[in-house]
T-cell receptor, first 113, second 115 residues
């Protein structure tokens, strides 16, 4: 069975640009969460979605947004990129939003120059 | 509110030596506790978890952790380190909030294994 997949693997953007990151959960999982992991730190929670609805939001500015599609895949969008947005963005899936066990994808490495 | 403190950003051991990675947590409700491992340029892999029941939890790759409520600790151990254990380790605490479980991660401990 395929695990959580994320695309792209790496990308480089310039300050002020917009970026879209994509995530496909494990088959049968209906909840997707997004995390930002800055170099040298643990992952920080950004969003959780379940059945296309936002179920949780971390302490991130409104430049960050996300959505979940009917097939349970998800997109994370970041507008007006800043240098500080450079990080590894991790997606995790779980059966439902109330599941405490999450399965992580390999991440998307975003570099903002 | 919940938080995690991992003592020591780097731990260095010799191959075959005991591995001990420390984690202390705070949580206003009974927590679920996790250890994850992250190899370079990869995502997080669950090593083990504590939810309820037995306080000594065994995970993959020979790791185990003990939940000590009185000490608010969940330290990770392995009797004998292998070179392949070199990685970043994250402790996380999670509790139900509005029906969802959102984990809070520590800053991570880098395990270095010397031959």
């Amino acid at each position: 069975d395929a695990g959580v997949t994320q695309s792209p693997t790496h990308l480089i953007k310039t300050r002020g640009q917009h970026v879209t990151l994509r995530c496909s959960p494990i088959s049968g999982h209906k909840s997707v969460s997004w995390y930002q992991q800055v170099l040298g730190q643990g992952p920080q929670f950004i969003f959780q979605y379940y059945e296309k609805e936002e179920r949780g939001r971390g302490n991130f500015p409104d430049r960050f947004s996300a959505r979940q599609f009917p097939n349970y895949s998800s997109e994370l969008n970041v507008n007006a990129l800043l240098l500080g947005d450079s990080a590894l963005y991790l997606c995790a899936s779980s059966l439902v939003s109330s599941s405490y066990e999450q399965y992580f994808g390999p991440g998307t490495r975003l570099t903002v120059t | 509110a919940q938080s995690v403190t991992q003592l020591g950003s780097h731990v260095s051991v010799s191959e075959g030596a005991l591995v001990l990675l420390r984690c202390n947590y705070s949580s206003s409700v009974p927590p679920y506790l996790f250890w994850y491992v992250q190899y370079p340029n990869q995502g997080l892999q669950l090593l083990l978890k504590y939810t309820t029941g037995a306080t000594l939890v065994k995970g993959i790759n020979g790791f185990e952790a003990e939940f000590k409520k009185s000490e608010t600790s969940f330290h990770l151990t392995k009797p004998s380190a292998h070179m392949s254990d070199a990685a970043e380790y994250f402790c996380a605490v999670s509790a139900s909030s509005g029906g969802s479980y959102i984990p809070t991660f520590g800053r991570g401990t880098s395990l270095i294994v010397h031959p």
